[in-house]
């Protein structure tokens, strides 16, 4: 027997692979408790063991809602909402644009998007010496 002897079957059917729907299953258990009790939650792609078409089938499968953010700070992320609201697929990366860090966040808007409260007083402050100086 020979190599050539060896039959290889290569999957093509790219919903057929397990750990997406496996994903895709706590994606769907997430959302429904986001949607019964307000509840966010966080899911690290780049924790999870991936092939490269295991992760394109997730993204095709997520799809690109409506709703997209880009921040420019220190290092870039980009944020889209899904084909399903509530399910946004969050991009970090540093200054060399590698990516960092890659999520699934399951919430109204992600948490990076939302003005910290020192933030929102100093804006404040500043927004008032504007006007004092008129």
Do not use: C
């Not at 408790?33 to 295991?54: N, Q």
């Not at 809602?65 to 700070?73: C, H, K, N, W, Y």
Request: hydrophobic share 40%; no cysteine.
């Amino acid at each position: 027997m020979s190599l050539d002897d060896i039959s290889i079957k290569i999957a093509t059917d790219l919903n057929s692979i397990g750990s997406i729907d496996a994903l895709l299953n706590e994606i769907a258990t997430r959302l429904a408790r986001f949607v019964a009790t307000g509840e966010s939650a966080m899911i690290d792609l780049k924790s999870l063991p991936f092939s490269p078409a295991e992760y394109e089938a997730l993204r095709t499968t997520l799809g690109r809602g409506e709703v997209t953010a880009r921040l420019e700070t220190i290092g870039d992320s980009e944020l889209y909402e899904t084909h399903y609201p509530g399910v946004w697929w969050v991009t970090h990366y540093n200054v060399e644009g590698d990516v960092v860090a890659e999520l699934i966040e399951i919430a109204a808007v992600p948490a990076i998007l939302h003005s910290q409260p020192e933030d929102v007083q100093d804006g404040l402050e500043r927004l008032q010496q504007q006007l004092s100086k008129k």
